[in-house]
């Protein structure tokens, strides 16, 4: 119950929407089914705030399995006392929990522990206790030939490591030590000797400062990657004067000789033992909260990029395009299948670009071509200006972004659909059906290969994956899935379902037909009434029997649906078509128990709208003519492009030339921003000024400047245009941190 209030406090909301969805979550209950069937129970929380609840939960849980066991050590040890124990069932986090158990911690030979096999310790609680007494005399009492205590000196020199160590394992002082690192240490990196023409990627970070509290997530994993790669020194380097100052005023009471032996165990215990204790602390606390922000922002551009505006069902020719080993070209039918492949070469040779000219008119004409496709890697602006000279008729033409199309094409998942064919034609497939439905086809691949993201190699990989397959999971619910024509690969990120579930639908599917009803998921094997429970409401059938299985409305609500229909005294079908007669229904009648306005009210939006795709509307996109390389780009030009890629620093955008462009974030907009999802979205259409093209190291500086974007598109359609020069280009800021390593 304590957990319940923390978890409610922290967000906000009353004890009572966290009771009901922690108690639905240990059901089995999926977030997105949560979010958007238990309204009631919960308050009409939002997935965010489920998923919120979720994490906290296990946290809080994951401490208190860890206090259990500290508590359990400490009994065996025998060293459980009435006040340790009320400190350990205080501890809010794991950092404070482990520091009060480190004491206790069993531990390797120490010097404090060697100390106190030599008899050191009450000479040690002598000192420490800094009254007035001759130590010189006190310590040659210790002297043992037996235990290896020579002479005066080394039995202070030992009593002193026991205090030492005392001060280092102190929870109050590690607090506030910690506390200072934080709030007034410094990351400081710098080259390693002889390293710098091997590292010129990392330049910037060469002589580089940074105050701990206010240094970014993206720079903290750049320095990190470059001590890594032995590329530089990285330290973190505390006020140590202060430091010291602070674990002195915590602990010495006197002004005697016993008290500076206890200021030399301080100034040790510190330097040997607490402060490279805190600076790795210090490199944990801040490389878990860069990972964070890396993945938060990863997630959000993989969320947008899988939400991207599907063209949808149209016949497609794709093409990989390439220049000496030529297209690789193919045509797909409306659902995607494979119809015909070939390669095609219009760059080897005019010969050879005659005869590619007419095979992409004849297979264009053979299948009724309605959309083409073309991958937007090496050889695409050339391919794609080949293909626009065709004027092949009522065609749209559309670059693709084909990251992760290779990875695709040699994965088990390609290998299966296509086992007789070459990885190239499988890449082709890819590109062509990533245009017709975004969301379908990146789905198969790792969502670490999609070409978003930041750093996504350097952060914790199990809470990327965790992270990511959330983002998938939601997107893929939010969209909704045609059960009669998934893949078994987006079926598996279905709420309830997973790979399991999803290859038994499919094998279903394959000996019995098409699906004609919801209900019929129960017959397939081993799918239980808690993962029908959790799944039917985000599966469609389009066509069916009853006409509400093609919507989001859940079969549990079926019933109260035909009551509806039946008070109206019309069919559900008229319900469904209607406006007026579904605008004269007193929802307030209907309210039961478990069904609340918050239900009512989205029941009558699916009735509107059955099976609505949230996603924008397609629209097809061009670059500017002429402008293919980076060598074609000069300072002022003003040029239409894509974002491709969010980070914290500012937005890579394509603008053509197969090397993407960074928008610094100070360059977005003209005013004050902290993150660029704030503005702008990735596939948005923008406007961006070149302000600086560095050809040798591949760099191309981007603004915005005085051309705020539009805020309703994602990917939208843009005339080919000149480029014109731009008096009023705006010069990259002065004080803007250093991002090197762009990618």
């Known amino acids: 119950m304590t957990h319940f209030k923390k978890i409610a406090t922290k967000l906000s909301i009353i004890e009572k929407q966290v009771i009901a969805t922690v108690n639905l979550l240990d059901e089995g209950a999926t977030v997105p089914f949560i979010s958007r069937y238990r309204k009631e129970a919960t308050g009409s929380l939002d997935e965010v705030q489920v998923a919120a609840i979720r994490d906290r939960t296990q946290q809080l849980r994951e401490l208190d399995k860890r206090r259990e066991a500290i508590l359990s050590s400490l ?428 290859q038994k639908i499919v094998e279903y599917r394959d000996e019995n037909g098409a699906f004609k009803k919801r209900d019929q998921l129960k017959k397939v094997p081993r799918l239980g009434d808690k993962a029908y429970e959790q799944a039917a409401g985000f599966l469609r059938i389009h066509n069916a029997e009853n006409p509400l299985d093609a919507s989001a409305v859940h079969p549990e609500r079926y019933a109260l649906v035909a009551q509806m229909a039946k008070d109206k005294g019309c069919s559900l079908s008229d319900l469904m078509k209607d406006d007026k007669l579904r605008q004269s229904i007193p929802l307030q009648k209907y309210i039961t128990e478990s069904v609340g306005l918050p239900t009512l009210n989205d029941i009558m939006a699916e009735l509107a709208k059955p099976g609505r795709d949230p996603r924008e509307k397609f629209e097809a996109f061009s670059f500017t003519e002429g402008i293919n390389s980076i060598t074609d780009l000069k300072a002022g030009m003003k040029l239409p492009g894509i974002v491709t890629n969010l980070t914290a620093f500012g937005a890579f955008v394509d603008i053509g030339v197969h090397q993407d462009g960074l928008v610094h974030l100070s360059q977005i907009t003209n005013r004050f921003i902290k993150d660029p999802n704030e503005v702008l979205k990735v596939q948005q259409q923008v406007e961006v000024t070149v302000t600086e093209v560095d050809v040798a190291r591949k760099r191309i500086s981007l603004s915005m400047k005085g051309d705020e974007p539009k805020k309703d598109n994602r990917t939208v359609a843009a005339k080919p245009q000149p480029s014109t020069p731009n008096s009023g280009n705006q010069p990259k800021r002065k004080d803007a941190a250093p991002e090197t390593i762009w990618r």
């Open 75 to 502: 009994t065996d040890m025998g060293k459980l006392t009435s006040e340790l124990e009320r400190q350990i069932n205080a501890a809010e986090t794991m950092v404070l929990l482990e520091d009060i158990y480190l004491p206790y911690r069993p531990k390797r030979k120490t010097r404090a522990s060697i100390a106190r096999e030599k008899g050191l310790q009450p000479l040690a609680d002598m000192l420490f206790a800094q009254n007035r007494f001759d130590i010189q005399a006190e310590a040659e009492r210790y002297i043992s030939e037996e235990k290896g205590v020579a002479d005066i000196e080394q039995a202070l020199g030992g009593a002193r490591d026991i205090i030492a160590e005392h001060i280092s394992e102190d929870a109050a002082v590690r607090t506030k030590t910690r506390e200072l690192f934080m709030a007034k240490g410094t990351f400081k990196s710098r080259v390693v000797p002889g390293k710098e023409t091997e590292g010129i990627k990392y330049k910037d970070y060469f002589e580089w400062d940074e105050p701990v509290k206010s240094v970014p997530s993206h720079r903290i994993l750049a320095m990190r990657r470059g001590e890594k790669e032995e590329i530089l020194y990285l330290d973190v380097l505390p006020p140590e004067d202060e430091a010291i100052e602070q674990v002195e005023k915590a602990f010495l009471t006197g002004n005697n000789d016993a008290a500076n032996q206890v200021r030399q165990a301080i100034s040790d215990g510190y330097k040997r033992l607490l402060r490279p204790s805190m600076e790795t602390e210090v490199r944990l606390l801040t490389k878990k909260r860069a990972d964070e922000e890396a993945i938060r922002v990863f997630a959000e551009n993989a969320r947008q990029l899988l939400l991207a505006a599907p063209l949808g069902q149209k016949r497609t020719m794709a093409i990989d395009p390439g220049f000496r080993t030529g297209c690789k070209l193919v045509c797909l039918d409306e659902q995607g299948k494979l119809l015909e492949y070939t390669a095609v070469f219009p760059h080897t040779g005019a010969g050879q670009a005659k005869e590619a000219e007419k095979t992409v008119e004849h297979l264009f004409k053979k299948y009724d071509i309605q959309a083409i496709a073309i991958g937007n890697g090496t050889a695409g602006r050339e391919t794609e200006a080949f293909v626009r000279k065709l004027n092949l008729p009522a065609a749209e033409i559309v670059m693709v972004n084909e990251s992760g199309a290779s990875i695709y094409s040699a994965s088990d998942v390609a290998r299966e659909e296509f086992p007789d064919k070459d990885v190239t034609v499988r890449g082709a497939v890819s590109i062509g059906r990533r245009l017709m439905d975004p969301l379908a086809e990146l789905v198969k691949i790792d969502p670490k290969s999609i070409g978003v993201g930041q750093y996504q190699h350097d952060v914790d990989q199990n809470k990327l994956q965790a992270s990511l397959d959330d983002t998938v999971i939601s997107a893929v619910n939010a969209v909704g899935v045609e059960l009669n024509t998934a893949s078994k690969q987006i079926l598996a990120y279905v709420s309830g379902l997973g790979p399991q579930l999803a």
